[in-house]
């Protein structure tokens, strides 16, 4: 993953996570929107099929990089739920530490596993 980021003098600020952690992803922090619409503004089929960015999901880390303003940002995989729980997204990004917590085996406050 970091091979075309070959600066010897940057190697502190690039970690690989192996094997990879649980955490806890804060979705509302890891993808960022403008914000709601109004929610009598937005139908039914949408608030309730659509994909869920309020919820905390379970997820695994698999690095960290270092930004230039001094913030880092894990790369990390987890699945982003619909709002119904009948399907999912699966995901693979670059998220702010800030939406990362350690996962101690404690269920995640508003996730449910998505119906199969």
Do not use: H
């Amino acid at each position: 993953m970091f091979e075309y980021w070959s600066d010897d003098f940057s190697a502190a600020q690039r970690r690989v996570v192996d094997p990879p952690v649980p955490v806890l992803v804060d979705l509302g922090a890891a993808v960022p929107t403008n914000g709601p619409f109004r929610k009598d503004s937005v139908s039914l089929r949408i608030k309730s099929a659509a994909l869920d960015l309020s919820a905390t999901v379970p997820g695994l880390l698999y690095a960290w990089a270092q930004c230039t303003d001094g913030t880092w940002l894990g790369l990390v995989g987890y699945a982003i739920p619909t709002a119904n729980r009948r399907g999912r997204v699966e995901a693979r990004q670059w998220t702010p530490a800030r939406a990362l917590s350690p996962d101690w085996g404690e269920k995640p406050r508003g996730s449910r596993s998505p119906k199969p």
